[in-house]
T-cell receptor
Framework: KQEVTQIPAALSVPEGENLVLNCSFT??????LQWFRQDPGKGLTSLLL?????REQTSGRLNASLDKSSGRSTLYIAASQPGDSATYLC????????????FGQGTELSVKP | DTGVSQDPRHKITKRGQNVTFRCDPI?????LYWYRQTLGQGPEFLTY????????KSRLLSDRFSAERPKGSFSTLEIQRTEQGDSAMYLC?????????????FGPGTRLLVL
């Protein structure tokens, strides 16, 4: 059974710092991995999707890496801003392109001005 | 707005009542998913459809829960005889599987509170 774990559960950093969020999964037979952002009381916004054959994806100040063999992914946020404060969730998809997502419990990020 | 929409956004009900939620996916998306999220946790998969066919149901989806997607467009999730443990955010997502990478796009969610 696939299990996804995110560490740390919460993180507080001063504005401008670079930071790394971690995600690990127990079954390396994944189709792809997706990182989401969730603001309090809101739905999920997709940030990056990495296919199992890829090592990393970049979008603006965000960079996500994937090491499938070790069951790990990281989300790197450069030059953090207060507007980055949110909960970040990683989710893995097993099976096919349209399969269900298995989520971690999230990392709650707070960026202090 | 061409994103995923959900209705209602908030629902307060008394224990034992039935509730129904609606999800309208992004137009042309053939897969539609339902997830449930409790406070401080990541979303948990409930069920998903490809067009009108329900392809998978989680064990979390007890007999009190039923989901439909009758014409392969919008979907409804009904909870019968609600219990306090059903209080959660119910999230809907859609994706296009025949092309692209299958990215799931989420709606704003329906927050249910059972008193």
């Amino acid at each position: 059974k696939q299990e996804v774990t995110q560490i740390p559960a919460a993180l507080s950093v001063p504005e401008g710092e670079n930071l790394v969020l971690n995600c690990s999964f127990t079954d390396s037979a994944i189709y792809n991995l997706q990182w989401f952002r969730q603001d309090p009381g809101k739905g999920l916004t997709s940030l990056l999707l990495i296919q199992s054959s890829q090592r990393e994806q970049t979008s603006g100040r965000l960079n996500a890496s994937l090491d499938k063999s070790s069951g790990r992914s990281t989300l790197y946020i450069a030059a953090s801003q207060p507007g980055d404060s949110a909960t970040y969730l990683c989710a893995v998809r097993s099976g096919d392109q349209g399969g269900k997502l298995i989520f971690g419990q999230g990392t709650e990020l707070s960026v202090k001005p | 707005d061409t994103g995923v929409s959900q209705d209602p956004r908030h629902k307060i009900t008394k224990r034992g009542q039935n509730v129904t939620f609606r999800c309208d996916p992004i137009s042309e998306h053939n897969r539609l998913y339902w997830y449930r999220q409790t406070l401080g946790q990541g979303p948990e998969f409930l069920t998903y459809f490809q067009n009108e066919a329900q392809l998978e149901k989680s064990r979390l989806l007890s007999d009190r829960f039923s989901a439909e997607r009758p014409k392969g467009s919008f979907s409804t999730l009904e909870i019968q005889r609600t219990e306090q443990g059903d209080s959660a955010m119910y999230l809907c997502a859609s994706s296009l599987v025949t092309a692209g990478d299958g990215t799931q796009y989420f709606g704003p969610g329906t927050r249910l509170l059972v008193l």
